[in-house]
């Protein structure tokens, strides 16, 4: 029998990225993609561990088939569907075959017991050769503890009897296409580590906290970290297109990541600053018509409700025009978040955060301390702010206050980001009215895009010469530009309240009081 082998992947977080890899830059076959609940069975005795074997029990999420699989060394024994959606308890609910019948008499009539129990995302891969014949098998395992603790990526090659000089040239090309270290604990130690660990800490990710005394470098790879993180969590429901709050999460993150790195300069290794600014850029225009559709949708019910109810009634052929814009934005953003450019970014920016030689020295402020360095560039986004907010007029163009919006986002995210080093007190006096700042802005942006947008797809009734329904939409349109305008003329006094003496004062209240003894 041929050994198995076994990889951490050292750059954890993006399954995503990393699986676009194997299968379109390595060319491996995906033979099966599944994600759900999984449950490691022994007798309380230990049994099955001493055997070398193990016995996982599956519950799929969604519509899937439960199932039951024994193992050794990674190379599945015995594989059943099961009916009942509960793991066997005792050797008589093992299914009655042939194929689990050693291991009815392994466990001679003895209980089982549930160990460890994991959320995972499941990936089975194959190499073929030139004949189309598997010559390994690629499993790529992402999971995390009941508790939420996320546990290491694992990879494993299982090559086939007389294909191990394919398999040793497989491992090749996987250790230069991702970030791997050789690992002898399979996923079910790691569980087993990972729920102990839960427990003891009371459970989540084991993520830095951001303290006044941190070094700048090490304080922007935290941030990051966390950002990424929500990136992950959300970037599944984001190719599903189940829930716009995916989206609208991943979005976020990608904006805050983008608003880090602008002000990493000193900090950021400068190159790697450059690459990921531009990619990020990249990421969130791919994924901005999709949120646009999305928040079309989402607030078209709301607008049509403000036209007389035989109007309402004409729109019902644009909502078709609607999903079916929103449905074509989406597959396009799914190629795109798809491709080899989206995977072998992700790869590398992981990587990037991985490489302890990539935040050492890698910037002339690198090694201050965060909070002298994050006050500076809070200074001077609120100065340029305050400079430019205080410059808008009646007669300023629509231009000005989007550029205001994006000045407003940078120093809101740099408050937010770095939340944890400054008093909670002056915090919380800046980002009210900062955040009222930018609701009015964003109002006035976004009007104005979607009365642009449903404009432009009115276009699409034409052909059925639909003239009520684009009458009914001119209203809805007409509506928009009434919202627009109010946001406009109440920006005077919104950005009045954050231009204040008090709000402004509390710029300089930031830096926490030292505690007297």
Known sequence: MSKVRRYEVTAAGDFASVLSVLTDHLGLRLLSLDEGERSWLDTPTGTLERAKTTLEFRLPSGDGTPSLTWAAEGRVLVYDPCVSSTPPVKASDLPASAAFARLVTLVDGGELVAGPTVNSQVAVLACLDDEEKTTARVIFDRSETIDGVTLPMMLEVLPLRGYEDEASSLEKKLKRSVALSASATPMKELALQGRSSGRASGGGKDVAALVPTMSAARAWRVVFQTLTDSMTQSFSGVLSGNDPEDLHAFRVAVRRIRTILQDGDDVVDPESRDRFRHEYRWLGDVTTPTRDADVHLIEFPELAATLP?????????????????????????????????????????????????????????????????????????????????????KKSPAIALHELRKEGKRLRYLLECFAPLFDEKALATILRPLRDVQDVLGEFQDTEVQANALLELAGELEGADDHSALMAIGGVIEQLGVRGADARASFSKTFGRFDDRKVQRAFDQLEPRKKKR
């Open 309 to 393: 109810p035989s109007r309402r009634e004409e729109l019902a052929s644009f909502n078709e025009v609607l999903l079916r814009h929103r449905a074509d934005c989406h597959a396009a953003m799914t190629i795109e978040l798809r491709s080899m450019r989206r995977a072998e970014f992700g790869t590398a920016w992981l990587s990037f955060l991985a490489d302890d030689d990539a935040w050492t020295g890698c910037g002339d402020l690198a090694d201050e301390p965060v909070l002298r360095i994050v006050l500076r560039r809070v200074e001077k986004a609120n100065r340029q702010l305050v400079k430019n907010g205080r410059k808008i007029s």
